[in-house]
């Protein structure tokens, strides 16, 4: 059965980066999209960056353009979120989610990562 | 301030019907296809309708989902305690050039 299991929690400190990973199985890795969706506390879900592991184009959120980056291992089935310049407000629990195709729903969540900002 | 408008809270009893919406734009809703989340308390997300009223293998026919002009519905008839977590409306908008998602809404079965 397909599984997207993500890397533990993390502490930061503001201005500094994390590096959140998700590893897939149960299916053919390159045939479906990865997403990166966060929930900060008290907030509804918010969607901040796509991969297509085949050709590993991206598209980011423009929310977070210029300090995200998703990038992919094929070799381990694995898609990793970096967000630089982290401050409290990026205190959030971050899912990983998969999709058939760019414009499709979200078929299969990860359990979820919490980063905390803190100085 | 999300994109896609979702009332804040719901709420019904065992064996009522409760309908929560989503209102939208023409660069979302109104032109992509809406999908709808059931977040349980402490869980990940799950697909609950997609392509506006479709059920993936699992979810009881007691959920459905609608869809008109800029705005979603989705419908939960026979409300049971399990019921009780929080909803999330998401569509492609052509103009941000992502997904956007409602602020969601909390369920609550009285």
């Known amino acids: 059965q397909v599984q997207l299991v993500q890397s533990g929690a993390e502490v930061k400190k503001p201005g500094a980066s994390v590096k959140v990973s998700c590893k897939a199985s149960?299916?053919?890795?390159?045939?479906?999209?990865m997403h990166w969706v966060r929930q900060a506390p008290g907030q509804g879900l918010e969607w901040m960056a796509i991969?297509?592991?085949?050709?590993?184009?991206?598209s980011y959120a423009q929310k977070f353009q210029g300090r995200i980056t998703m990038t992919r291992d094929t070799s381990t089935s694995t898609v990793y979120l970096d967000l630089s310049s982290l401050r409290s407000e990026d205190t959030a629990v971050y899912y990983c989610?998969?999709?058939?195709?760019?414009?499709?729903?979200?078929?299969?969540w990860g359990q979820g990562t919490l980063v905390t900002v803190s100085s | 301030q999300s994109v896609l408008t979702q009332p804040p809270s719901a709420s019904g009893t065992p064996g009522q019907r409760v309908a929560i919406s989503c209102s939208g734009s023409?660069?979302?809703?109104?032109?992509?296809?809406v999908n709808w989340y059931q977040r349980l308390p402490g869980t990940a997300p799950k697909l609950l309708i997609y392509?506006?009223?479709q059920r993936p293998s699992g979810v009881p026919d007691r959920f459905s989902g609608s869809k008109s002009g800029t705005s979603a519905s989705l419908a939960i008839s026979g409300l049971q305690s399990e019921d009780e977590a929080d909803y999330y409306c998401?569509?492609?908008?052509?103009?941000?050039?992502?997904?956007?998602f409602g602020g969601g809404t909390k369920l609550t079965v009285l």
């Open positions: 989610a998969s999709s058939s195709g760019w414009y499709s729903y979200f078929d299969y």
């Open positions: 392509s506006n009223n």
């Open positions: 998401a569509a492609w908008d052509d103009s941000l050039n992502g997904w956007v």
């Open positions: 023409s660069s979302n809703i109104g032109g992509n296809s």
């Open positions: 991969i297509n592991p085949s050709g590993g184009s991206t």
């Open positions: 149960g299916y053919t890795f390159t045939s479906y999209h």
